[in-house]
């Protein structure tokens, strides 16, 4: 997965996967002769409690949490031959990540669920989510629970020319991960016929058998489309295909049970630009209904909302 140059792996300071996680990160630099920057983020204090006196001098709490948040980074950060940076700044902690990534050109986050998993979900881990969300480019969230799993799973999307490039990078993505972790590949794709259960209706007058040819006819598009996109990426071809009838997240979600995978490589699917509107359904079911490690990437041109409220509304905090 030579593609990452410079990537930023987000510390929370909480729990005992960070030590996973850097391992992990050191290992990615090492093979992607990539540059590392920890980056951890401590709460906001309100400017009228920030500063305390203490024995005549005057502290200010927020310098003094930095000041130990870089010596917990530094203290984590196993020997190695890969150099590393770091940075700990105060903030609301998803807004500072991808103002840094924004403003330095990360090319990957990676991090754990922030804060850890309260319930099988990366929907309790609010920060994960808005930077699953809205972060402009691939976040990798790390999570420990599948450490000993052997397989990666690879979330097609929809077979449209819009997709198209979109599936081919998770496809190269997914083949590099496996390639380089020696795991099976899994590809999966949820296909329905549109307004299946209109077409049922008596009052259209179509019978079983032709309902049942028209799905075949839909899912034989959709295995041409793969088949088109495992040519275009050879490193993929030797992929177990997944392809079932049903609502895209349900197959998804039934695949990684069956599979059990390392990590999930996924889209996530913006809409027309309007902002907000930064993921697509199916992502969004499925982000909240996983415990594993996912690797969730946008499409080309995402614009991250964060930072953009601020400039189209005078004093509006960015979200």
């Known amino acids: 997965m030579k593609r990452f140059k410079n990537i930023l792996v987000v510390v929370d300071g909480e729990g005992g996967e960070n030590r996973s996680l850097l391992s992990t990160s050191i290992d990615l630099a090492r093979r992607n002769d990539a540059s590392l920057t920890l980056f951890s983020v401590v709460e906001s204090v309100p400017e009228r409690r920030r500063y305390q006196t203490r024995n005549g001098r005057r502290l200010d709490l927020v310098a003094q949490m930095i000041e130990s948040r870089m010596a917990e980074l530094k203290a984590l950060a196993p020997q190695s031959d890969v150099p590393v940076h770091y940075e700990v700044v105060s903030g609301a902690p998803h807004v ?11 090319d990957l986050v990676l991090t754990v669920p922030m804060p850890p998993l309260r319930q099988r979900s990366l929907g309790s881990s609010s920060t994960t989510m808005h930077l699953l969300r809205k972060c402009p480019v691939p976040v990798w969230v790390h999570s420990p629970l599948t450490a000993t799993a052997d397989s990666i799973l690879v979330a097609l999307g929809p077979m449209e020319q819009t997709s198209h490039d979109l599936n081919i990078k998770l496809l190269e993505l997914g ?6 972790s020696g795991s099976d590949l899994h590809l999966v794709h949820g296909w329905r016929l ?3 259960s209109m077409i049922r209706s008596p009052r259209l007058g179509y019978s079983t058998e032709e309902v049942r040819v028209m799905g075949e006819g839909v899912r034989d598009e959709a295995d041409q489309e793969i088949s088109k996109l495992l040519e275009a990426v050879p490193s993929a071809r030797n992929a177990n295909t997944i392809l079932r009838n049903g609502p895209a997240a349900d197959v998804i ?15 996530t699917l913006a809409r027309s ?8 359904n199916t992502a969004e079911r499925v982000l909240v209904n996983v415990d594993r490690s996912v690797l969730a990437v946008k499409p080309e041109g995402f614009v991250t909302p964060v930072g953009a409220i601020a400039a189209w509304h005078p004093g509006q905090m960015p979200y």
């Open 96 to 106: 500072e990540v991808i103002e840094r990534v924004k403003r330095l050109g990360h």
């Open 175 to 180: 083949s590099s991960l496996a390639l380089t």
């Open 194 to 196: 549109e307004g299946d």
């Open 253 to 267: 979600v039934d695949a990684i049970d069956e599979v059990n995978p390392a990590t999930v490589v996924m889209g």
């Open 273 to 280: 630009g309007i902002p907000g509107y930064i993921i697509g």
